[in-house]
């Protein structure tokens, strides 16, 4: 399954949750970053960053007709 990951950014206050709550270290922020940033070909889908960021900035969407990659490869294609 694939997965877009995208940021509302006007949402997003940049508080770091989404990045503390990913167990598959999927997404990327350091402190000179206003913004999280997805490491494609990590995010298994798994939602908890959109469930835990309390200003609902994230959408991780299943692309089932995304033809590029095979069944068994969960990647973020693309965000924002
Ligand atoms: S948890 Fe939400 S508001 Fe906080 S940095 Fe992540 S996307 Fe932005
Ligand atoms: S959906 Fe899950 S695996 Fe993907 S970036 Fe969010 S917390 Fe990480």
């Known amino acids: 399954m694939n997965y877009l990951w995208r940021l509302i950014g006007e949402n997003c206050t940049g508080c770091g949750i989404c990045r503390d709550v990913c167990s598959e270290h999927a997404i990327k922020m350091s402190r000179a970053m206003a913004y999280p940033e997805p490491i494609p070909g990590k995010c298994t889908g798994c ?4 469930t835990q960021c309390p200003f609902e900035a994230i959408e ?18 693309s965000w924002r």
């Not at 939602?47 to 959109?50: G, I, K, M, W, Y």
């Not at 991780?60 to 990647?75: A, G, I, R, W």
């Open 60 to 77: 991780v969407t299943p692309l089932n007709n995304y033809s590029n990659q095979t069944e068994n490869e969960p990647k973020i294609v």
């Open 47 to 50: 939602l908890d960053c959109v």
